[in-house]
């Protein structure tokens, strides 16, 4: 039977402990189910396991979050019985290691974020690798210490950058709490007759068109990318697309789109080229399912973009 996993990431002092502290306090989340607190980052605020209902929560300190093992973590929850776990993640650690650790029958049935409104920024800059994999994977993240003069608008875009189907909450310190609400409008008109992607949208676009493909069926659309080969593909396809980079230098990934070109056998690999293409949604090996396919009108010569490597 799976094991039901929540975990809470974000920096330290960010809030994480007196949210899980307040759920664990609450009926509706725990009405007797036994649950194994896993901490993996002290801060200042502790835990106060008499306040719980039904005293089925058990707390357990992981001192290296980095070096625990799968039957470690095992081990902690057979120990306890538990029907599921509850994980407060060190901020300072990649979220990826310690998910890779779970016991098989282990599910991630949710993953929030915690930030300080007045310092993720900050980090962000300081530290962008370690904020992109919190939000990036997170389902929702909750900025707090907010206050009614706090401009929303960074941060919200911080969120969307790197998750588009996050939900965002604003908490401020008058108590209350408010749900985001701002509607993010895409770069380029996708009622023109032609969609045109500007150099600087391109990762956004691609993004969007991969999530959504199918509100671009039937489109006409024309971008600047780089030819690339498709592997197992037969002659008359390519990829066009440009090298992303979400957070850092090491996380630079070719995002192309599978297009049909008869003459594709002819453009130079790593070549600029301006393509105009229909968009199809079908079954593609590239994706493993259904996914954008490129038909092309017009494959012309470019100068490189500006900014060769794409960014959001």
């Not at 994980?87 to 300072?92: A, F, I, Q």
């Not at 701002?182 to 032609?194: G, K």
């Not at 080229?273 to 092309?296: N, Q, S």
Request: proline share 5%; hydrophobic share 40%; aromatic share 10%.
């Amino acid at each position: 039977m799976p094991i039901p996993v929540y975990a809470f990431t974000g920096f330290l002092e960010a809030g994480k402990t007196k949210f899980i502290q307040e759920t664990l306090e609450d009926e509706r989340f725990n009405s007797g189910e036994r649950t194994l607190l896993l901490v993996c980052e002290e801060g200042e605020e502790e835990y106060d396991l008499t306040t719980y209902p039904h005293k089925t929560v058990y707390l357990e300190t992981i001192d290296d979050q980095d070096a625990v093992t799968t039957e470690e973590l095992e081990r902690l929850r057979k120990k306890h019985a538990a029907e599921r776990v509850v994980v407060e993640l060190n901020g300072m650690k990649q979220i990826g290691p310690f998910y890779q650790k779970m016991p098989r029958d282990w599910q991630i049935a949710q993953e929030v974020m915690f930030a300080d409104a007045t310092t993720i920024l900050s980090y962000n800059a300081n530290m962008r690798a370690l904020v992109v994999d919190k939000l990036s994977g997170a389902e929702m993240v909750v900025f707090n210490r907010m206050t009614r003069t706090t401009d929303k608008m960074p941060l919200h875009k911080l969120a969307r950058a790197l998750n588009r189907r996050i939900d965002i909450v604003y908490d401020y310190t008058d108590g209350t709490t408010e749900f985001d609400d701002i509607q993010d409008p895409l770069p380029f008109d996708l009622n023109a007759p032609v969609v045109e992607i500007k150099d600087e949208d391109y990762a956004l676009w691609y993004r969007d068109i991969s999530e959504e493909p199918k509100k671009y069926l039937g489109k006409t659309v024309r971008f600047k990318a780089q030819a690339a080969r498709l592997k197992n593909e037969k002659s008359g396809m390519f990829a066009p697309g440009r090298f992303v980079m979400t957070c850092c230098e090491a996380d630079i990934t070719f995002m192309g789109l599978p297009c049909k070109y008869a003459d594709s056998a002819k453009l130079p690999v790593r070549s600029w080229v301006t393509v105009t293409a229909t968009v199809d949604v079908r079954f593609h090996a590239l994706y493993r399912g259904v996914g954008p396919i490129l038909t092309a009108l017009c494959v012309e010569p470019a100068a490189p973009a500006a900014q060769e490597v794409a960014t959001f």
